[in-house]
């Protein structure tokens, strides 16, 4: 079993749809959840990141943590065509120069 | 946003050559930085943690020396891929630690002919 579980999608969904993007994890030490995004042939770029559990929001996304059931999601709300790209959930499991452990990455393309 | 910048953003070079790729932190100081690769439609691979003023850690199964990394500032660190060979063709990606989490680069492509 992978530490990270993240479905590989591909995700299609129409312009102005809700996306919903998940992952499970196993390691009950992580602290710090993250998510990017990725472009094709380009690096990932950070969208979110969050502390132990709960809510963050930052204009059309949000990030949630629950750390009971070791699930997080990334929600897009009115999602554009440039929203189409890999998404990756990444985390690590306390403050200092830890590594990422990162999920697999779901592809979403969003449809005019 | 922090900003992290890679040169060059891509490079093809003959089997048997090396090739260094730079890695820069331009608005924040990085006392660790790390080098990943990535194939085509796969997650992200690490190959090594690099510390400004110490030897680099590399992963299980990362040659090191054909994947010198070097951490001379808070600023920079480079991988030289040492000899390159067809095989080694992918997508270098390194990253750099602000505060409490990573900030990537946008990446190198080698091709190596």
């Known amino acids: 079993q992978k530490e990270v579980e993240q479905d590989p999608g591909p995700l299609s969904v129409p312009e102005g749809a809700i996306v919903s993007l998940n992952c499970t994890y196993s390691n009950s030490a992580f602290q710090y959840f993250m998510w990017y995004r990725q472009y094709s042939r380009k690096g990932p770029e950070l969208l979110m990141y969050t502390y132990s559990s709960g809510n963050k929001e930052d204009g059309r996304f949000t990030a949630q943590v629950d750390k009971s059931s070791k699930y997080i999601s990334l929600f897009i709300r009115d999602s554009q065509p440039s929203d189409s790209a890999t998404y990756l959930c990444?985390?690590?499991?306390?403050?200092?120069?830890?590594?990422?452990?990162f999920g697999t990455g779901t592809r979403l393309t969003i449809i005019p | 946003g922090a900003v992290v910048s890679q040169h060059p953003s891509r490079v093809i070079c003959k089997s048997g050559t090396s090739v260094k790729i730079e890695c820069r932190s331009l608005d924040f100081q990085a006392t660790t930085m790390f080098w990943y690769r990535q194939f085509p439609k796969q997650s992200l691979m690490l190959m090594a943690t690099?510390?400004?003023?110490?030897?680099?850690?590399?992963e299980q199964g990362v040659e090191k020396d054909k994947f010198l990394i070097n951490h001379a500032s808070l600023t920079l660190s480079t991988l030289t891929v040492t000899s390159a060979h067809p095989e080694d063709s992918s997508f270098y990606i390194c990253?750099?630690?602000?505060?409490?989490?990573?900030?990537f680069g946008p990446g190198t492509r080698l091709l190596v002919l």
């Open positions: 990444a985390m690590r499991s306390n403050f200092g120069n830890e590594k990422l452990t």
């Open positions: 990253s750099a630690m602000g505060g409490e989490t990573q900030y």
């Open positions: 690099s510390n400004e003023g110490s030897k680099a850690t590399y």
